[in-house]
């Protein structure tokens, strides 16, 4: 059996979607809590590797779904693409989560005469870590940067931006960030005693990006 790998992620998720893509299922039928949902993806997904894949199992001590790979599963409704993870640390907005994220973007229909619901897998995206930072924020930062900002731009910035974190951290940040700037971030990060994650920048990227993988490319017109 193969180790799973990034490559091998990538490839096995392609096929999840085909395979799961408008499979009516009894568990799905009447499910209105995107939450729920998500578990039961996230639970058929994980079997999928298994059953392929030499893989280590997720670990709620880590908090990931695919520690072997360093990723975390992700499912939401395109009606509204979002999540929540654990707040860890204020940099986490601007340097990334720490690690990949694989997101699933469905949308779902109940059958209620066979009592059963189905998914359609509309979006499918792998995001290297790099790229799990927040877009508004590491846009802003490079621009200061870029336009010969300092130190206290940056700490104006971080504060003007309620990045959590006192005066001393924020000043520590603004001297890493100056030394060490920030890739882009394709999530939109929203403050709480939880990161909430939004997606609909990922579910609509047009261009190519490096740290970004689309397996199920979003159609619109869909």
Excluded at 110 to 119: A, H, P, S
Excluded at 186 to 214: C, F, H, K
């Amino acid at each position: 059996m193969k180790k799973l790998n990034i490559k091998e992620l990538v490839i096995a998720a392609k096929e999840f979607c085909t395979k799961e893509d408008g499979v009516y299922r009894e568990e799905f039928f009447g499910v209105t809590d995107g939450k729920k949902v998500g578990t039961i993806v996230e639970h058929l997904f994980q079997d999928f590797l298994r059953d392929r894949y030499e893989m280590m199992a997720g670990s709620s001590a880590k908090g990931l779904d695919l520690p072997s790979v360093n990723t975390d599963i992700k499912v939401t409704s395109v009606v509204q693409p979002q999540s929540s993870c654990p707040y860890r640390d204020s940099k986490q907005k601007i340097y990334g989560l720490g690690y990949n994220l694989i997101v699933f973007v469905y949308i779902k229909e109940d059958d209620t005469k066979q009592k059963k619901g189905k998914l359609n897998f509309l979006s499918c995206t792998f995001v290297e870590s790099s790229r799990t930072a927040d877009y508004q924020t590491t846009t802003g930062l490079r621009a200061i940067i870029a336009n010969n900002g300092n130190e206290d731009d940056i700490f104006a910035f971080l504060s003007d931006h309620r990045i959590p974190g006192d005066d001393v951290t924020l000043m520590n940040m603004a001297h890493e960030i100056l030394k060490s700037p920030p890739k882009i971030g394709y999530l939109a990060i929203s403050n709480a005693l939880q990161w909430r994650l939004q997606y609909s920048r990922i579910v609509a990227l047009d261009e190519t990006v490096d740290g970004i993988t689309p397996i199920v490319k979003y159609n619109a017109k869909n």
